[in-house]
């Protein structure tokens, strides 16, 4: 069983940036791949980014590519997203999930494949 608890979201003018962080309890982080989701009011739960279990490879949806960055520190149970140049459309509650699974394209955007989910984290962008 693996617990996420996500934090560092809140309220920004556009352009500006934001960090989110996601811990998780348990001694086997390393073996998950991680991703963050984001779900707008209104829509459906989009994937935002991903990283493979050794964080070597990653992955971004073309909406965040170039502003976003995705990292993980395995020896702190911790996954962060780092977002620049936020604009409004980037208002969401922000997800972090593990998949159990090795890190494949394709699979790693499905939302159901995911094992662990945060609570999440409000990112609200507007002057």
């Known amino acids: 069983q693996v617990q996420l608890v996500e934090s560092g979201g809140g309220l920004v003018q556009p352009g500006g940036s934001l960090r989110l962080s996601c811990v998780a309890s348990?001694?086997?982080?390393?073996?998950?791949?991680m991703a963050w989701f984001r779900q707008a009011p209104g829509k459906e739960r989009e994937f935002v980014a991903a990283?493979?279990?050794?964080?070597?490879?990653?992955y971004y949806t073309g909406s965040v590519k170039g502003r976003f960055a995705i990292s993980r520190d395995n020896a702190k149970n911790t996954v962060s997203l780092q977002m620049n140049s936020l604009k409004p459309e980037d208002t969401a509650v922000y997800y972090c999930?593990?998949?159990?699974?090795?890190?494949?394209?394709?699979?790693?955007?499905?939302?159901?494949?995911?094992?662990?989910w945060g609570q999440g984290t409000q990112v609200t962008v507007s002057s």
């Open positions: 999930a593990a998949d159990s699974d090795a890190f494949v394209f394709g699979r790693i955007v499905q939302a159901p494949v995911y094992d662990y």
């Open positions: 990283i493979s279990r050794g964080g070597i490879n990653t």
């Open positions: 348990g001694r086997t982080f390393g073996s998950y791949t």
